[in-house]
């Protein structure tokens, strides 16, 4: 059973900086694409980042130059770097794989205002 854990959610101004973390507990994660969504209020929840076995990355069009995404499988950690943040970013950021494979975990709420 995979258990993912977010953190580093937060409150940030516009053209501000956050990093977010997200542990997966249990086997395998060197093997997974893993990716970074994020659902903003009253819209679906949408793929925002992937990062692959071998570190190939992918981004979705909205955040594309602005967002990084990593992984160190030594720690089982999938990370994503988030500059020159936006209004419209505000949201609740999970990781999980791409297809969702796994149950979702708490998510962290990142939040851009003035």
């Known amino acids: 059973q995979v258990r993912l854990v977010e953190s580093g959610g937060g409150l940030v101004q516009p053209g501000g900086s956050l990093r977010l973390s997200c542990v997966v507990a249990?086997?395998?994660?060197?093997?997974?694409?893993m990716g970074w969504h994020r659902q903003a209020p009253g819209k679906q929840r949408e793929l925002v980042a992937a990062?692959?076995?071998?570190?190939?990355?992918n981004y979705g069009d909205s955040v594309k130059g602005r967002f990084t995404i990593s992984r160190d499988n030594a720690k089982n950690t999938v990370y994503l770097q988030m500059n020159s943040l936006k209004l419209d970013d505000t949201a609740v950021y999970y990781c999980n794989t791409p297809q969702a494979a796994f149950s979702w975990g708490q998510g962290t709420q990142v939040t851009v205002s003035s």
């Open positions: 990062i692959t076995s071998s570190g190939r990355t």
């Open positions: 249990g086997s395998g994660f060197s093997v997974y694409t």
